[in-house]
């Protein structure tokens, strides 16, 4: 088993590799190498916490791969205070990256078991709600959001949660068909009009509808 102090290595050996690969964001480098990205791992791949690579946790979904973490995360542009809104809590591993950056973080789960896991992690944590709920209905009830970043793959983005932005805001989302995607930031720039930028190619787990109560 993996001491601490091999994991701190780890972290900034994780750290280097992701600012060679172009994520160029001090705020961002810095909230991966604090957050403990073993916290979030499935048992069976404890010892893999650190390398760059996704990995199988419950329900069929993924802890992200720290690189795609970093570069939703760069594109998001996140600022002290800002509310986000995030789409997929999963392991809950990007939410600790917003929350260490100083987002206040609104996040929606639609898996029961993921988040029941989930809320025990963050029970003592400031700045967060975890909301069991559809992600494609968003969070009319704290909206509207600084940014909004949706952390699994969606063929279009639903006005609902465009609608949720403020003006001004942001919002970051693999967009296209299951099995590849395009990265996608869209800029809020009027109450009816957007800007949109698309980046590299990413490949997630699908986003669904509603919920799903198996736990």
């Known amino acids: 088993m993996c ?58 979904q993924t802890i992200s791969q ?12 996140v600022f002290d205070n800002c509310d986000v809104l995030e789409i997929g809590t999963g392991s809950g591993y990007q939410t600790a990256i917003l929350l260490q950056m100083g987002a206040n973080v609104f996040s929606i789960e639609r898996q029961k078991g993921l988040y029941n896991k989930v809320i ?20 009319p009830q704290y909206a509207p959001f600084d940014r909004i970043l949706i952390t699994a793959a969606i063929e279009e983005i639903p006005q609902t949660l465009i609608d949720q932005l403020k003006i001004g805001g942001k919002l970051v989302a693999p967009v296209g068909k299951i099995g ?36």
């Open 3 to 60: 001491s601490i102090n091999d994991f701190e290595i780890e972290r900034i050996q994780l750290v280097n590799g992701i600012r060679s690969r172009g994520i160029t964001c001090e705020r961002v480098l810095d909230a991966i190498g604090k957050v403990e990205r073993h916290l979030f791992m499935d048992y069976r791949f404890v010892k893999k916490s650190y390398q760059d690579n996704a990995f199988p946790i419950d329900c069929g």
């Open 66 to 77: 720290p690189f795609t973490v970093a570069y939703q995360t760069q594109l998001l542009d």
């Open 120 to 139: 025990s992690r963050f029970e003592e944590c400031e700045n967060v709600k975890i909301i069991f709920g559809d992600g494609y209905l968003g969070l």
């Open 180 to 215: 590849q995607q395009t990265m996608v930031l869209i800029k809020k720039t009027g109450s009816n009009s957007t800007e949109k930028s698309t980046f590299g190619n990413f490949s997630f787990v699908p986003m669904l509808h509603g919920v799903d109560n198996d736990i």
